[in-house]
T-cell receptor, first 114, second 109 residues
């Protein structure tokens, strides 16, 4: 049973470019969560999605960031016009049901903005 | 926001029990206590969770005080591979996980 998969594992973008991060949840999981971890800090919640629905995006920056979890395919976290402050590790987690169940994390995508 | 307080760092001798404390004095009656750990820069790993009763699994034990205002994660026989940052999380009903800065546990040979 494959775990949560994220790709790419490392992504380098120049300022102003777009970054697309992908997350494939564990088989049978329909709930996806995205977190961001800045250097030397803890993980910070960004967004919680179910298939085709955004349930909670209270942790998402208001501009340039968006997320989706289509009926088919992986969840996508999209960052437009990246800036140096977006450099971080982005983790995706999935769970079989909703909140109050354990979340299983992927290996993360390390985004570096030059 | 983060609702837990943990010591920033702890050391433990290899083979001994590691006891990691967590205060969550504002916990609500229907909120669970979760423990995760993050080894180096990997994705966090689920360890254990509980509501009221003490819990044990193959990785650890979770002791929750009767008033539920604090808990302790116990790794019974710490190994070098248990060196990690350990996060105690209270799950607010209808909301998401908030990770604080956790406790950096170093297991010493």
């Amino acid at each position: 049973n494959a775990g949560v998969m994220q790709n790419p594992r490392h992504l380098v973008r120049r300022r102003g470019q777009e970054a697309r991060l992908r997350c494939s949840p564990m088989k049978g999981h329909s709930h996806v969560y995205w977190y961001r971890q800045l250097p030397e800090e803890g993980l910070k919640f960004m967004v919680y999605l179910q298939k085709e629905n955004i349930i909670d995006e209270s942790g998402m920056p208001k501009e340039r960031f968006s997320a989706e979890f289509p009926k088919e395919g992986p969840s996508i976290l999209r960052i437009q016009q990246v800036v140096r402050g977006d450099s971080a590790a982005y983790f995706c987690a999935s769970s079989p049901l909703g909140l109050d169940y354990e979340q299983y994390f992927g290996p993360g995508t390390r985004l570096t903005v030059t | 926001d983060v609702k837990t307080t943990q010591p920033p760092s702890m050391d433990c001798a290899e083979g001994r029990a590691a006891n990691l404390p967590c205060n969550h004095s504002t916990i609500s009656g229907n909120e669970y206590v979760y423990w995760y750990r993050q080894i180096h820069s990997q994705g966090p790993q689920y360890i254990i969770h509980g509501l009221k009763n003490n819990e044990t699994n193959e990785m650890a034990s979770l002791i929750i005080t009767e008033d539920r205002k604090s808990s302790t994660l116990i790794l019974p026989h710490a190994t070098l591979r248990d060196t990690a940052v350990y996060y105690c999380i209270v799950s607010p009903t209808g909301n998401q996980f908030y990770f604080g800065t956790g406790t950096s546990l170093t297991v010493i040979p």
